[in-house]
């Protein structure tokens, strides 16, 4: 067994400043296009997810709250009986719903409300035309991206057992980078391919030994712990961020199907060069460029290695919520020698350290953006990185250019 890097990371314990995982509810509803999500919970947490989604509601929205009242906290009502009518209610209302996630909150988890037991007993109403399943949106010990972690983990009992050989990508991705994905494994023989969630209820893929999984994302342990235990083999791999992120990637599936390199080289080379000419376009803006991360997303090595490698930006310090040195071997190893990396939160300090260096752009929580541009930093929301198509080879410029933009303004603004 290969050791693992093990660069000195700093340990940060303090206050911490994220959004809870009912966040993920935002990209995940758009993904699973006939799922719904009941949050249960309170008026704050329906606050959140509007705010949050606002901008984004289509007609028929596919998440909503059923508010816990402050007789059910206070223990007044039967909330089982309560949840059972408001999902019945919704799903004759809706009967194009096929998956329904009951999810958890801060309040249902205080007054002890047993979701996954209401799921089980909803499923027997209304099983098979709607399957119900539950996860913890709950936001104290969490990262706003652990809610896609805990809604895919749900998922994983669901899967059907397969004994066939197939390729699983793991993590949410926009469909048109599904299908760019799609197309270059078509290419190189890989497959047949899944993706875990699937844009539809009814395809859930068959999971077994024959199964090889590929990360999307850097923040589903969880799922990946429980794909593992149903025998699929997680292959290591950086994540497919950047021209050469992505080419490691496929490499890793490419290998795990022996894939000849002359037939790797002539499908994948055209795509790689395209996006490194895209890319070459920003390297003025950033090359040279100081950024700081706070810890936030759990995306943030990830990128930072984009950043470091492709655009020859200069890291300063790469703070993460938390660091799964398993997942991230790859990533770690491809950092700059000596960055500085800090693992949890204690923001008071964090803000200490980004004021003295005082970075060209700051990647951060919507919770520290503003006071941290209002004294003149310039800043990058992380949530961004999770509502924008950025995974693959024709997404690294849009990548990019969510650091260029706001350099140029502020650049702009000085001038
Ligand atoms: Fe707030 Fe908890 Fe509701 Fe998230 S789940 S909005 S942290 S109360």
């Given at each position: 067994m290969t050791a693992l890097p093990n660069p000195p990371v700093l340990q940060e314990r303090g206050q911490r400043e994220v959004f809870c995982g009912l966040t993920g509810i935002i990209w995940l509803h758009r993904k699973i296009q006939d799922a719904f999500f009941l949050v249960v919970g309170s008026r704050t947490c329906a606050h959140l997810i509007q705010s949050a989604a606002g901008v984004m509601i289509f007609a028929e929205p596919r998440f909503a709250t059923a508010i816990i009242?402050?007789?059910?906290?206070?223990?007044?009502?039967?909330?089982?009986?309560?949840?059972?009518?408001?999902?019945?209610r919704l799903l004759e209302r809706r009967p194009d719903i096929r998956l329904l996630f009951l999810v958890g909150s801060c309040p249902s988890e205080v007054i002890k409300l047993d979701l996954s037991r209401a799921a089980l007993r909803l499923s027997r109403d209304h099983s098979p035309r709607v399957r119900i399943l539950s996860y913890s949106g709950s936001g104290i010990e969490t990262t706003f991206t652990q809610g896609e972690d805990a809604c895919l983990a749900s998922l994983v009992s669901e899967l059907p057992a397969s004994e066939d050989r197939s390729l699983l990508v793991v993590g949410a991705l926009a469909d048109v980078v599904e299908d760019q994905f799609k197309r270059i494994f078509d290419d190189l023989g890989i497959g047949p391919v899944h993706f875990l969630p699937p844009r539809r209820a009814a395809d859930l893929p068959?999971?077994?030994?024959?199964?090889?999984?590929?990360?999307?994302?850097?923040?589903?342990?969880?799922?990946?712990?429980?794909?593992?235990?149903?025998?699929?083999?997680?292959?290591?791999?950086?994540?497919?961020?950047?021209?050469?992120?992505?080419?490691?990637?496929?490499?890793?599936?490419?290998?795990?199907?022996?894939?000849?390199?002359?037939?790797?080289?002539?499908?994948?080379?055209?795509?790689?060069?395209r996006s490194r000419a895209a890319l070459a376009r920003f390297r003025s803006d950033l090359a040279g460029k100081r950024v700081f991360?706070?810890?936030?997303?759990?995306?943030?090595?990830?990128?930072?290695?984009?950043?470091?490698?492709?655009?020859s930006m200069q890291l300063i310090e790469v703070g993460t919520p938390y660091l799964h040195r398993a997942h991230l071997a790859e990533e770690l190893a491809l950092l700059p020698p000596g960055t500085q990396l800090s693992e949890g939160q204690h923001v008071e300090r964090q803000l200490d350290r980004c004021r003295a260096a005082q970075p060209d752009i700051t990647v951060c929580g919507l919770g520290l953006a503003n006071p941290l541009e209002a004294e003149g930093l310039t800043t990058k929301w992380s949530i961004e990185l999770l509502f924008t198509p950025i995974h693959g080879y024709e997404q690294a410029s849009d990548l990019a250019g969510l650091f260029a933009r706001p350099l140029r303004r502020s650049l702009s603004l000085v001038a």
């Open positions: 009242e402050e007789r059910d906290l206070a223990g007044m009502a039967d909330m089982n009986e309560e949840l059972d009518k408001a999902v019945t068959g999971i077994g030994p024959g199964t090889s999984f590929l990360l999307a994302q850097p923040f589903l342990a969880e799922t990946a712990r429980l794909l593992e235990q149903r025998g699929a083999i997680r292959l290591s791999a950086p994540f497919p961020l950047g021209a050469e992120g992505t080419t490691a990637w496929l490499k890793a599936a490419a290998s795990a199907w022996n894939v000849e390199p002359e037939r790797f080289e002539r499908v994948v080379s055209p795509c790689r060069e991360f706070f810890p936030d997303s759990q995306l943030e090595i990830p990128i930072a290695r984009f950043l470091a490698t492709e655009l």
